[in-house]
């Protein structure tokens, strides 16, 4: 059983920045890419970034391109999400989830489905 418990959540004024942390635990926990999903009030959860089990490779929905990174720490078992010149538009649940995948070594999905495991959420909002 794989678990993932985020962190890092809080409010924030526009243009500001926050840190989310995702720690993962159980067995096989490098053996999964890491993605962080969002889901905004009377919206549909969508992907926000992922990371492969290495940290080689990442992706990025269009809209935080450029303002979002994704890192890895697998010392640490820890996945961040460096999240940079935020908008009242960023505003939701943030959740880090795993995905074994086709190949996690190579590719990371950004779909929902893709998604086996999942943490409890860490709220984030942005206003002023």
């Known amino acids: 059983q794989l678990q993932l418990v985020e962190s890092g959540g809080g409010l924030v004024q526009p243009g500001g920045s926050l840190r989310l942390s995702c720690a993962t635990s159980g067995f096989f926990s490098r053996s999964y890419a890491i993605g962080w999903l969002r889901q905004a009030p009377g919206k549909e959860r969508e992907g926000v970034s992922c990371i492969t089990t290495g940290g080689r490779n990442t992706n990025y929905v269009d809209s935080v391109k450029g303002r979002f990174t994704i890192s890895r720490d697998s010392a640490k078992n820890t996945v961040y999400l460096q999240m940079n010149s935020l908008k009242p538009e960023d505003t939701a649940v943030y959740y880090c989830?795993?995905?074994?995948?086709?190949?996690?070594?190579?590719?990371?999905?950004?779909?929902?489905?893709?998604?086996?495991?999942w943490g409890q959420g860490t709220q984030v909002a942005v206003s002023s």
């Open positions: 989830a795993a995905s074994s995948g086709a190949d996690p070594s190579s590719w990371c999905p950004l779909y929902p489905y893709e998604y086996d495991y």
